[in-house]
T-cell receptor, first 117, second 109 residues
């Protein structure tokens, strides 16, 4: 069973550019969440998509956006890149949303390492 | 003040030691409590989850939750060099995970 696939693995961009990151969830998983991981702030929640709709959003500026397609694949976009956006961006998928019914099964990908210069 | 506080360590122990990792939290809305393990250049991997106060055991790992004190722990018995990783506590409220800073653990032979 394939895991969560994130592409590309590494990316170098210049300040002011924009970037799009891709995430393919585990087959059958309909929930996709995005997280930013930095040494200073740790892992921070960006947003969650379920059935192509954004269900939850963290405290990030509007430069960070995302979308989910009908096949559950998701993309995350960051516009007008800043040096502080350098981070590991992680995607996690789950078969459930608002898991009040049991197993909290988030599976993370290996991430995209974004460096802004 | 962060919603979830975790001592970043680093923590270095000899093989076979018992390891104790801890987190405190301030948000009473948290419903699920998890521990993730993250190896270098990998994403976090779910180790254990629980949603009630008490202990939950899985092999060498025991997760403990005390909701009245807003305190969770992870114990690792008979630690192995392969346990060397960053351990992250995480708590959820309506689908959103809030992570601790992570504790870097090294188990030396």
């Amino acid at each position: 069973k394939a895991g969560v696939t994130q592409t590309p693995r590494y990316l170098i961009k210049t300040r002011g550019q924009q970037v799009t990151l891709s995430c393919s969830p585990i087959s059958g998983h309909r929930s996709v969440s995005w997280y930013q991981q930095t040494p200073g702030q740790g892992l921070q929640f960006l947003f969650e998509y379920f059935s192509e709709t954004q269900r939850n959003k963290g405290n990030f500026p509007g430069r960070f956006s995302g979308r989910q397609f009908s096949n559950s694949r998701s993309e995350m976009n960051v516009s007008t890149l800043e040096l502080g956006d350098s981070a590991l961006y992680l995607c996690a998928s789950s078969s459930k949303y608002l898991t009040g019914t049991g197993t909290y099964g988030y599976t993370f990908g290996s991430g995209t390492r974004l460096t802004v210069v | 003040q962060k919603e979830v506080e975790q001592d970043p360590g680093p923590l270095s122990v000899p093989e076979g030691a018992i390891v104790s990792l801890n987190c405190t939290y301030s948000n009473s809305a948290f419903q699920y409590f998890m521990w993730y393990r993250q190896y270098s250049r990998k994403g976090p991997e779910l180790l254990m989850y629980t949603y009630s106060s008490g202990n939950k055991e899985d092999g060498r790992f025991t997760a403990q939750v005390d909701k009245s004190s807003k305190y969770i722990s992870l114990f690792i018995r008979d630690s192995q060099p392969s346990d060397s990783a960053t351990y992250l506590c995480a708590m959820s409220s309506y689908g959103k995970l809030t992570f601790g800073q992570g504790t870097i653990l090294t188990v030396h032979p």
